[in-house]
């Protein structure tokens, strides 16, 4: 996908001086070439903050379209807003240039997005694949598949462990990947059957898969083992170091804004609901390490409020200038103090409070896991569900922490701040 944006980029852009400046177009694409070269970096971070590089939203859908709308309008601000600010570094100001190569780009984009989303879907492109075990993982990784064709995958068959004649490998060419979703070692003539026809189809195992396709580790279906083979926390040095350098460089910034804006933001509070300017509580870090840690308040005091554990259900308790400070996210900003102090990172699973974190570790198997990494303000597991108002719930979310405890790195960091600012838009943050 984004190999042929490139392509169509540069192709609206001769598209435009070949109508503008006809056979003088040759002269005018250095010029023109350099400077859009600048802009065009630009307008494919927005694609991906608005979800266009995501094959979760790869469907002919109106919501498809209207995040390309939305992506374009974007586009021609910060163009428009660059070009006039710096006119001798990128050396044109185009107005009637730059709408028709926002135009032909768009046209390019939305006929070439369509194609390719009709093309991923196709019943002839999925590969097939056979899952072995029903159980609700299964199940839901199944409904995921069947529901998202655009994932490359089809169901050709969810097979009992114990009914391995009904796996014919050999008659059925088209089977791509055999998902074992049982322990093999509990079903030897099933693992010895895989073993023989191994030439016939890929083989993976299900927790692999599942994180695949779904963006959350499975936690019915780990062990012990499965945190010895796959988590690598001494690998992870330099990353961590190097992560703890933009921590504070954004700690600061975002302390400089605290500081500009403190004075009004308290004054609202005050004179909004009698209490404190800031809510404190103490929470859950890296290596169980408690610390306080401090919003501006947004909720009503309460006598019980260090009992309640799901207040937040109680959408009354909310104030006037609260719902605003949440709106627009101004209440997070005292986080900067735990980032500077290094409690708190930008992107990390979210810190619990002391009183639900003892309770989830004893409710949710491995839960004490997610100590291995500092928390963060933003991450992956609050970009793909909301906030958890019951054990179940955090048991779910907790999947999300486990994959991102597994596979973050830098780029994974940078995806999830760029779809936090698409969620923040949108509002779903």
């Known amino acids: 996908m984004l190999l042929v944006d490139i392509l ?87 107005k009637t240039n730059l709408f028709l190569n926002l135009l032909f780009f768009g046209i390019l984009f939305s006929l070439w997005r369509y194609l390719y989303n009709s093309f991923v879907k196709s019943s002839t492109l999925g590969r097939e694949i056979v899952i072995i075990g029903k159980n609700p993982k299964s199940l839901e990784l199944a409904e995921k598949i069947n529901s998202n064709p655009q994932l490359g995958y089809k169901i050709a068959a969810i097979i009992d462990p114990e009914k391995i004649e009904e796996l014919n490998l050999k008659t059925n060419p088209n089977i791509y990947t055999v998902v074992t979703a049982v322990n093999l070692n509990y079903y030897p003539e099933l693992a010895k059957k895989l073993y023989q026809h191994l030439a ?19 936690l019915s279906q780990i062990d012990e083992i499965w945190f010895l083979e796959n988590l690598k926390e001494k690998e992870k040095g330099a990353y961590e170091k190097i992560k703890r350098l933009v921590d504070v460089f954004v700690g600061l910034m975002t302390g400089a804004v605290i500081i500009l804006i403190f004075p009004l933001v308290a004054l609202a509070i005050k004179l909004n609901s009698p209490g404190p300017v800031f809510f404190r509580q103490i929470r859950i870090g890296k290596n169980e390490k408690k610390f306080a840690f401090y919003k501006f308040r947004s909720m009503k005091v309460n006598s019980k409020e260090q009992k309640e554990l799901w207040r937040e259900k109680d959408s009354n308790q909310i104030t ?75 048991r779910e979310k907790f999947q999300y922490d486990l994959y991102y405890i597994k596979n973050r790195s830098f780029l994974m960091d940078l995806g999830i701040i760029l779809k936090t600012i698409n969620f923040i838009l949108k509002g779903k943050m």
Not at 203 to 215: A, L, Q, R, W
Not at 347 to 354: A, F, K, Q
Not at 358 to 386: C, D, N, S
């Open 8 to 94: 169509l980029l540069y192709l609206a852009l001769w598209l435009m001086l070949k109508l503008r400046f006809g056979p003088d177009a040759g002269l005018m694409w250095q010029k023109h070439f350099l400077a859009f070269s600048v802009i065009y970096p630009l307008w494919l971070l927005s694609f991906y903050v608005f979800g266009l590089y995501d094959l979760n939203l790869a469907k002919n859908t109106p919501s498809f379209y209207w995040a390309i709308l939305k992506a374009t309008v974007l586009n021609g601000l910060l163009s428009t807003t660059l070009f006039y600010l710096f006119p001798y570094f990128l050396g044109v100001t185009p």
């Open 200 to 218: 016939y189809f890929n083989f993976e195992n299900f927790p692999d898969f599942y994180e695949k396709i779904s963006g959350k580790v499975p």
């Open 320 to 394: 006037a200038v609260g719902k605003f400070l949440r709106k627009t996210h101004v209440d997070e900003l005292p986080q900067s103090v735990s980032i500077i102090k290094g409690d708190l990172s930008l992107v990390g699973p979210r810190p619990e409070w002391v009183r639900l974190g003892k309770m989830f570790e004893k409710e949710i198997p491995f839960y004490f896991q997610r100590y291995l990494v500092k928390p963060g303000v933003t991450g992956w597991a609050q970009l793909h569900f909301p906030a958890s108002l019951s054990i179940e719930e955090a």
